[in-house]
């Protein structure tokens, strides 16, 4: 199934609810692996690319079809390919049951299947996308939330030479934070190179780029002096103790991510973290999402939403809890060519939340 028969699969389901109960269709569930086209390279410390394959999933019901993704990376041994296969194998669960059990049916999906984090958030994005519709509200309304809380998010600039880093930082001209990949040798001159272009605040994630935690110091003392109010991840996940011992001797917040992959790693990371980066597509989906941001508040940690390379499906089931977080970082749709969804837009920076029912997305031209 290319791309435009599967979103015309959901207009059709979608159109015979609206001719009456009688023609509805049975109900379906379909996945697809859709390769997203990047504007520009994306390197960070952990791979280079002009592409990224994402799962979607379309759970149609009553004439409703909701549309999920997960965006599947090598860091947690995960690809498109396994994250379909993943989806697939729920089918016969998601058939058989009432929808509107969500948070059963995706307890019984984790209990199911093991790892594969991405391929269950494609199903419970399209799940909660189905219930949103079905009840006739956005989802940020079903989980008590005021889309005008939603932050500004920052723009992500990827690890390249200097001139480009240079004409990237230009090109986002619209965006008054930035997110800076570092974690190289070459840490320095990328961050000097925005700088030469623009005094913007700016946020950098090293995504465990340093190995020392002597470096990871020397490193976050210096981006200090150059306006930066946080760093991501400075040392690989398992250094636990070496990043609280990090923290003790810098001056800004430290946010786990890679460190920090569902809602039971939270409490042992309050010690050596200052805050926590969620996705969905780590997490498995909505409802852990929620789960983590409220432990983590509960703890007293910053919050903040990420995202993968991915579409407007899973940066827009992201938005709908950004009113809960301290920072989001929601770009993975403005980064690529090809997005198949209009959903969350961004003006001058700040998250405007779409205002139909479920996500509230509308199938690109």
């Known amino acids: 199934m290319n791309r435009r028969d599967f979103m015309r699969t959901g207009a059709m389901a979608t159109t015979a609810g609206l001719a009456g109960g009688a023609a509805t269709a049975p109900p379906s569930f379909t996945t697809k692996i859709i390769r997203l086209n990047l504007q520009h390279t994306w390197t960070t410390t952990m791979s280079s690319s002009q592409y990224r394959d994402t799962l979607h999933a379309a759970y149609s019901r009553d004439g409703i079809t909701g549309h999920g993704e997960g965006a599947p990376i090598v860091r947690y041994h995960e690809d498109a390919g396994g994250a379909q296969k993943a989806a697939e194998s729920v089918r016969d669960l998601l058939l058989q049951s009432d929808p509107m059990q969500f948070g059963k049916i995706m307890a019984q999906v984790f209990e199911r299947v093991k790892g594969e984090w991405a391929g269950k958030a494609a199903v419970d994005i399209a799940l909660m996308d189905w219930v949103g519709q079905k009840l006739g509200i956005p989802l940020y309304t079903y989980f008590g939330l005021d889309p005008k809380d939603a932050p500004v998010t920052t723009f992500s600039i990827g690890i390249d030479t200097p001139e480009i880093t240079k004409q990237k930082t230009l090109e986002a001209a619209d965006y008054p ?57 400075p040392l690989p996940a398992e250094m636990i103790e070496e990043t609280r011992w990090v923290r ?13 992959q569902r809602a039971s790693d939270i409490p042992r990371l309050k010690e050596a973290f200052d805050g926590v980066n969620v996705k969905l597509d780590k997490s498995g989906g909505m409802l852990e999402a929620y789960r983590m941001i409220q432990i983590a508040k509960a703890l007293g940690m910053k919050t903040m939403l990420g995202c ?33 969804f209009h959903g969350v837009r961004v003006e001058k920076g700040k998250l405007v939340l779409p205002g139909k029912p479920g996500l509230g997305l509308t199938p690109a031209a």
């Open 248 to 260: 003790s001797r810098v001056h800004i917040p430290v946010i786990a991510d890679e460190a920090c």
């Open 177 to 233: 934070v930035l997110k800076v990949k570092v974690g190289l040798a070459t840490d320095e001159p990328t961050i000097e190179a925005v700088r030469s272009v623009t005094k913007k605040p700016l946020r950098v994630d090293a995504n465990e780029g340093w190995k020392d935690k002597e470096e990871a110091v020397r490193k976050i003392n210096w981006l200090e002096k150059m306006g930066v109010e946080f760093i991501e991840q």
């Open 308 to 340: 993968m390379v991915s579409s407007s499906v899973s940066v827009t089931a992201a938005a709908h809890l950004s009113p809960l977080v301290d920072y989001a970082d929601l770009d993975g749709n403005l980064l690529i060519s090809n997005d198949p």
